[in-house]
């Protein structure tokens, strides 16, 4: 950007001259103190030095740093987030609005589209907020924030932004949770390292001015950039390069932007988002257990649970903030994908449902499935499923009744190896190796899901524009319970984006069982069927779990070995979930 070169010249070699920020044996962060030992000292030490020494590429990253961090700082106060997080803006993306990783993670805070469209951001071929500095900013406030609901720690809250929450459970447990103090050696995960080397290097060259006086304008009409180009008395393409997230030079409507106008000429009509002169307010960590008292929720308690009704129009991740709970239990404990459109009618749980009803039974009516029974009465879905197994699943009767207990639960066969959510138990004597293959059984492979050429009736007309290149050609997949967007996109190696555009649809439609969806994918991933992919010289079934099923049984099935199925899936424990797809390979 040629504006920056107006930073070297007030700047342009302060850096090549002045001696690296050294790195203290204590720092604070998040309302945290950290004790940083000799060996990660040194570490971090050498990552200061090496952004530090090249005066050039520092002041423009620093300059960025200027401009844009009284927003961040803005916006991370509102969103109750320790100011500090900043920094980590730069170590993602050096604060350059169209980074884009090896992984295809995108823009200031390096989202990947799902990921970006899990937090509220608008990600299609129009508009991609992971560019907007202010949108993206917000999305990484909320999921910051959902991490730490996980650890009460900022700093596992950091570690989890890079490896995720999983990840940092596996690889540290639960001994740092709540900790107000963390101790950073050579052990320390690399990623929190780096943050911090930031942190050192840039906290004190961020203290002076902007060369760049930037304004950040909220529109929420139609307009083109070069229209407010000339409002505004800015070079359009300059206007373009500080908005790259607006991908057809046009500003839409459906809610308001924040648009950046670099020392431009603002008039009084547009409304300019002002910038608190007092410093962003530090977070409290987010309590883990208790839900937060709100006098706009319209709560009810459900067989013992609290529930939440959403407002018109309200996005899961805007009902969940105002309950006052992350959004992955929000989806955990009402058993649905991140896809699934709210009803301002229907109660959410903000607690997990129960194994049984405080009533005896259910009569079906017009309109009912397991999922909408489940959430009248607090029930988990899979306990319903149990209780009722005469009933076949997809062809509830207006009229029937559902047991909502375990009164009237069919007896478990004697022989079989039951997992559960907790546990695995052994009935009966047998045993098994678990790197031999059992023995064939003549069970007969599931049926393969309907993937043909489309045909004038399945198809709708897609445009050109969708279709990612001439050696693509068009497919289309039958949805099978449980399946969300995400989980067809990577079966067929697409986007999510391409996915939900392909087939007119958004981000919060509703999948439902035997949907047919559009794709257009490569050629080397044609096959017949959609649960069979050929992968070299091995193909790739997917088997879909039935409520019936155990690893031990599907690997009978399949004539593989437990340990075949848990390395192909990456599983870590022995359960499996009823909708669960796993991948089977065979030679």
């Known amino acids: 950007m040629r504006f920056f070169a107006v930073a070297l010249i ?26 940083i030992r000799d060996d990660a000292k040194r570490e971090i030490q050498k990552d200061v030095d090496a952004m530090t020494r090249h005066a050039k590429y520092f ?17 991370f106060a509102e969103e109750g987030l320790p100011d500090d997080f900043k920094y980590l803006a730069l170590q993602e993306s050096s604060l350059v609005a169209d980074a884009v990783s090896v992984s295809d993670a995108v823009g200031f805070w ?14 299609d071929r129009e508009v991609d907020e992971r560019m907007n500095i202010a949108s993206a900013s917000r999305g990484a406030a909320l999921y910051l924030k959902k ?46 390292k780096k943050f911090l080397a930031h942190k050192v290097a840039f906290e004190k060259a961020i203290g002076k001015e902007s060369a760049i006086k930037a304004n950040f304008v909220q529109i929420n009409k139609r307009k083109s950039l070069a229209e407010l180009a000339k409002e505004v008395e800015v070079d359009e393409q300059l206007l373009k390069q500080y908005n790259k997230w607006a991908l057809k030079g046009f500003i839409p409507e459906d809610k308001v932007y924040i648009v950046v106008v670099p020392n431009g000429k603002i008039e009084d009509a547009l409304p300019v988002m002002a910038m608190s002169s007092t410093k962003a ?79 005896a039974q259910h009569k079906v009516a017009v309109g009912d499935d397991w999922w909408s029974i489940s959430q ?35 007896p478990l066969p004697e022989k079989q190896m039951l997992f559960s959510d907790q546990e695995v138990i052994a009935l009966a004597n047998e045993t098994f190796n678990w790197d031999a293959k059992p023995e064939n059984t003549t069970s007969s492979p599931p049926k393969p899901i309907e ?95 039935k409520e019936s099923d155990t690893l031990y049984a599907i690997a009978r099935q399949y004539g593989v070995t437990i340990k075949d199925l848990m390395t192909w899936n990456d599983k870590k424990e022995l359960t499996v979930k009823e909708g669960e797809k796993l991948k089977i390979r065979k030679k």
């Not at 799902?114 to 608008?122: H, N």
């Not at 559902?402 to 009164?407: D, G, R, Y």
């Open 451 to 545: 993937v043909s050429a489309p045909t004038t009736e399945d198809v709708q007309p897609v445009s050109t524009e969708a279709i990612p290149n001439e050696n693509d050609s068009a497919v289309v997949h039958s949805v099978i319970k449980g399946e969300t967007f995400y989980s067809i996109a990577k079966i067929y190696q697409v986007s999510v984006v391409d996915l939900i555009e392909w087939n007119k649809l958004t981000a919060q439609s509703k999948l439902y069982t035997g949907q047919k969806l559009n794709l257009f994918v490569r050629k080397s991933m044609q096959t017949v069927h959609a649960d069979s992919v050929k992968v070299g010289s091995t193909t790739e079934t997917y088997h879909v779990v």
């Open 376 to 410: 009248q009465y607090g029930v988990q879905v899979k306990k319903l499923k149990k209780w009722n197994k005469e009933i076949i699943d997809q062809q509830l009767k207006v009229g029937s009744t559902v047991w909502l207990s375990a009164n009237h639960a069919q």
């Open 59 to 75: 002041n423009v990253t620093a300059e960025r740093a200027r401009m844009y961090f009284p927003l961040i700082s803005k916006i």
């Open 147 to 192: 991490n730490n609901e996980q650890f009460d720690n900022w700093v596992l809250a950091l570690q989890a932004y890079q490896m995720g929450a999983g990840g940092v459970k596996r690889s540290v447990g639960e001994a740092h949770n709540g900790k107000r103090h963390f101790e950073v050696t050579s052990e320390t995960y690399w990623y929190i």
């Open 10 to 35: 007030f700047f342009g070699t302060a850096a090549s001259h002045a001696q690296s920020p050294e790195v203290p044996h204590k720092m604070h962060f998040a309302n945290m103190t950290l004790t």
């Open 110 to 123: 390096q989202f990947k589209d799902f990921t970006a469209l899990s937090v509220g951001l608008r990600v």
């Open 281 to 359: 307010s530090k977070a409290k960590p987010m309590g883990k257990k208790s839900v937060p008292a709100n006098p706009t929720l319209e709560t009810t308690t459900i067989n013992g649970l609290m529930a939440i009704k959403p407002t018109a129009g309200e996005s899961m991740v805007a009902l969940s903030n105002r309950a006052g709970i992350s959004l992955s239990k929000f989806l955990k404990y009402n058993e649905m994908q991140i896809d699934h459109s709210l009803e301002s009618s229907r109660y959410y749980f903000l607690q997990k449902k129960k194994t049984t009803a405080s009533v």
